[in-house]
């Protein structure tokens, strides 16, 4: 499921936005599909022009029938009628997904013999300060077994001791949930964490459900800016 919303703070629009000749959501699209690790493969949209950009290239596409505050709650409304088990959450902004972090997520379950995991994600570290400090890049920290202690858009851990050996993870917009902890999360309030740093994950995490870290070194690029998209053109060459 590849949540779209048209509507964005710091770059609206930005899913329509030209890539190299293909719009970017188009590209996310394409790119996931041609990973061939999904039984289907949609766009979920609040938005009639990203639906029609889809379906007009043959791709399958759901329009939301509610207003949703997060990617979560918009894929948990699509997926409520479908047989599946689990699902894996694309950011629309991802041109650049490829298969093998994809691959190093739902490993994780086929692992996971006592189901003790909700969902897993990408992390991948990041050494630059300017990107530590940058608050549209969101941090990630794990305990030994690499399950996910808490994200901000702050540094964390904060460097008071820079020589500590502290490693930090920049969060990647890849989600697979089982489909019950997907339900679950649709059913459970927005607390003030969340709403204050404006990161989904924050809400598992203070329900008590368990988010299992993967490492990748395949970073790509996000798409949150128009820098960030002048930053993917020069990379698609």
Known sequence: MIPARYGASRFPGKLMQDLEGKTVILRTYEATIATQLFDDV???????IIFDEIENHGGKAIMSKKEHESGSDRIAEAVQDIDCDIIV???GDE?????SSLEKVLSVFHEDQEKEIDLASLMVEIK?????????TVKVIVDQRNFA????????????????????????GIYAFRKQALLDFYELPMQSIE???????IRYLEFGKKIKMVETDVEGVEIDTP????????LWK
Do not use: M
């Open 42 to 48: 949609f766009v979920v949209t609040d938005s009639e």
């Open 89 to 91: 959450n694309v950011q």
């Open 149 to 172: 202690l808490y994200f901000s858009r702050s540094p964390i851990p904060f460097p008071r001791d820079k020589n500590a050996g502290a490693r930090y993870f920049k969060h990647k």
């Open 227 to 234: 820098e960030d998209l002048e930053r993917a053109k020069r």
């Open 195 to 201: 709403a204050t740093e404006k990161i989904e994950c």
């Open 128 to 136: 630059d300060w300017d990107e530590i400090k940058n608050p549209n």
């Open 95 to 99: 041109p650049f997904t490829e298969r």
